[in-house]
């Protein structure tokens, strides 16, 4: 995908609306679920408290719910991950973003990565809803980026991502761009955390993001909408 050549529908089935925000409360929620069903996002993305209220708030769209899974930090155990993407599901997920083992990453144990990412991608499948891994770039290097990646390219998660929004930095160019290289068609790249402008937006589509996760959906849209005429102004 292009961002000279995208249409207006085409971004907005990119978006992940996003609220994460721990003192969220139901006028939050039915504000985010609205903006999502107007605008014909993708998804929205919030924690796995809340899932069943959004079910109902977008019964009769096509916008899914996704569940953050043992977020931010990644830190439970592989079996408390499975429960609550089991009880996420159960409550209405249609995605399921769950935080890597950052700890088991920087320990070197890819064993670890592997078998957590096998064990929950196959839950998803069994569940019938896409499943995203989640870096936390931000605390990796390179080259455990691209290791992770390289394990996700033979495991086959729908998206691997750059960043929860909760750690010291989001998403970078240079990031999906390297996360896409590794992966190549066989996963998706899903890009997230600092993006609040259509300038930074477009520039993760054009390294490579198939999916943009943010709260900045409607601000962004605007931008873009405003860029499209000042093209138009110019023929």
Known sequence: ????TITREQLCKLFDHTCLKAFADRKMFEKLCREARDGNFAMVAINSAPVALCKELLAGTDVHVGAAISFPLGQTTLETKIFEIENAVLSGADEIDYVLNLGEVKNGN???IRNEMERIVAV????GVLCKVIFENCYLTKDEIR???EIAREVRPDFIKTSTGFGTS???EEDVRLMKETVGDAVKVKAAGGIRSWDTCRRM???GAERIGTSSSLKILEEFDLAEACEEDKV
């Open 1 to 4: 995908m292009n961002s000279k």
């Open 110 to 112: 890819f064993v670890y």
């Open 124 to 127: 998803c499948r069994q569940r």
């Open 147 to 149: 290791k992770v990646a």
């Open 170 to 172: 989001g998403a970078t």
């Open 205 to 207: 589509i054009d390294a």
